[in-house]
């Protein structure tokens, strides 16, 4: 089955194919580092993260860029808050970034550019549409024309005669026409500022992110992604001036994820309504952070909540479970004899791979083969309990399963160190039930106590009471 990519400018998947046959050019737009990466940020980079991922496992040579957003109003005035110099402030939220990113299991990009580093090829950009009329200069800023673009707005499916309905100057602003946008800003005392051709100033937002794309992977790229909440004005401004100074097609393919949700609204550091992934990686690590957030279609809207997150914890340990009994068992020797049980779990693994694959060509959907997972992790535990069989005389069949669950682990990046092997330590949600327990035998809560041993059995542990506490092992 071909990759198919659903492509947000036409409005249906379609077969996908690179701009140069086997090279991959992604921009993804990165975050405006006046804070901390919140669980929303986190969704956009995730998602990132598989696509190239699974691009790089179907053999494409993939280059990946994400920018940082290090200079704008909202980190000037939060630099300002703090006492410090813009840059500080920019410079710590980015280590937090990678802090993030790391703890989420993302492959590093190929480039991370920031717009401060980019003035010049700003510059030139701004210049080069002001030679062709698209650009003018107004007491030191400088904007763009929009309705000199006649197809303004193909990506968002907005009309110019709909946007002009109660748009307004803003007081300081010196527009032609109240739908242009910025593309350079004067300088105002106290501010970074670089020099320019239109005096003192720095770069509007939508700018930065056409100069840097262009510079590292061409005229046209093949993907552009974000959350979908950027499709406009700031996608649309990009594909509005990228066009404009080079006359050719921007983006062959814009995707965009859906944004993360709690109670009702996105997340967003500008109303304060967020979480940060310091604070849930408090409760749960970065691995089963990592599982929620995939475990949705990138494109869908999901909500945020504990209970889903204990869902994923859940989820995560019964694929961890499989996976350290299959290390255990696929190390020994061939003892047992052919037989039905062996062949319908081989016979399982490569249906499961086969159905796994179809899924992430299907624009990449990595909840449907999520799903094909646990229905392997179902079968795999029911046939592995059958009283006949006994999985260590078979480990030839233990190491199919391995390989197709290292393939699966490849894409989706579920656990860090690569798959969980018989020696690492148990899991953080047995665990915290294993605590729970104790807490309960101590106040002489017995019914509880039997309900979480029970529950903790069905995890695949068993519990071996102490006068220290239950002392936790793999169940045979």
């Given amino acids: 089955m071909a990759l198919r990519v659903y492509n947000r400018f036409t409005g249906r998947k379609e077969e996908f194919n690179p701009v140069d046959d086997n090279r991959v050019g992604i ?88 717009a401060t580093e980019h003035i010049d090829d700003i510059i030139n950009l701004i210049k080069t549409l002001e030679e062709k009329g ?88 093949d993907m552009h992604g974000g959350g979908e909440d950027l499709v406009f004005p700031h996608h649309e401004n990009e594909i509005a001036q990228s066009e404009a100074a080079t006359g050719q097609h921007f983006v062959n393919y814009w995707m965009h994820n859906g944004l993360l949700n709690l109670e009702g609204e996105k997340m967003s550091k500008s109303t304060s309504h967020f979480f940060s992934i310091t604070e849930v990686n408090e409760e749960f690590s970065g691995e089963v952070i990592r599982f929620y957030l995939i475990s949705t279609h990138f494109r869908s809207r999901s909500e945020f909540s504990r209970k889903r997150l204990e869902e994923a914890e859940a989820g995560l340990d019964r694929i961890r479970n499989m996976c350290l009994y299959l290390d255990e068992c696929a190390g020994g020797e061939e003892t ?18 086969s159905r796994f694959m179809e899924a992430m ?29 006994d999985l260590a005389a078979h480990p030839e069949t233990a190491r199919k399963l ?19 092997a018989a020696e690492l330590e148990i899991p953080a949600g047995v665990m915290r039930l294993v605590t729970e327990r104790d807490e309960a035998r101590q106040q002489k809560d017995w019914e509880k106590a039997d309900i979480l041993r ?17 002392r936790v092992k793999k169940d045979k």
């Fill in 27 to 114: 921009y993804f737009c990165g975050i405006t580092v006046q804070g901390e990466p919140h669980m929303g940020h986190m969704l956009a980079f995730v998602s990132a993260d598989v696509i190239r991922r699974y691009l790089i496992f179907k053999g494409y040579n993939v280059t990946y860029v994400q920018n940082f957003t290090d200079v704008d109003d909202k980190i000037i005035a939060k630099a300002n808050e703090e006492g410090i110099e813009p840059a500080e402030l920019a410079e710590r939220n980015i280590k937090s970034y990678f802090q993030a990113s790391d703890l989420l299991n993302i492959k590093r990009a190929d480039i991370y550019p920031k």
């Fill in 134 to 221: 698209f650009a003018y200069e107004r007491g030191g800023d400088v904007y763009y024309r929009v309705r000199k673009c006649d197809e303004y707005g193909k990506l968002s499916g907005r009309k110019i005669d709909d946007l002009q309905v109660g748009a307004r100057i803003a007081e300081g602003e010196n527009k032609e026409d109240p739908l242009d946008f910025t593309l350079w800003k004067a300088a105002k005392e106290g501010e970074p500022y670089w020099d320019s051709p239109w005096g003192k100033g720095r770069p509007g937002w939508h700018i930065e992110c056409s100069a840097m794309s262009m510079k590292y992977l061409g005229k046209t790229l």
């Fill in 336 to 353: 047992g004899e052919e037989n039905g049980p062996a062949t319908k779990l081989e016979n399982l693994a490569a249906e499961t791979e």
């Fill in 361 to 389: 060509d299907d624009d990449f959907n990595s909840a449907e083969a999520i799903g094909h997972i646990f229905h392997l992790v179902r079968e795999f535990n029911r046939i592995r309990s059958m009283p006949e069989f």
């Fill in 402 to 420: 391995l390989a197709a669950m290292g393939k699966f682990n490849e894409i989706l990046g579920m656990f860090k160190e690569g798959l969980p």
């Fill in 454 to 470: 029970d529950k903790i059995q069905k995890m695949g542990y068993v519990l071996e009471d102490g006068p220290d506490g239950a």
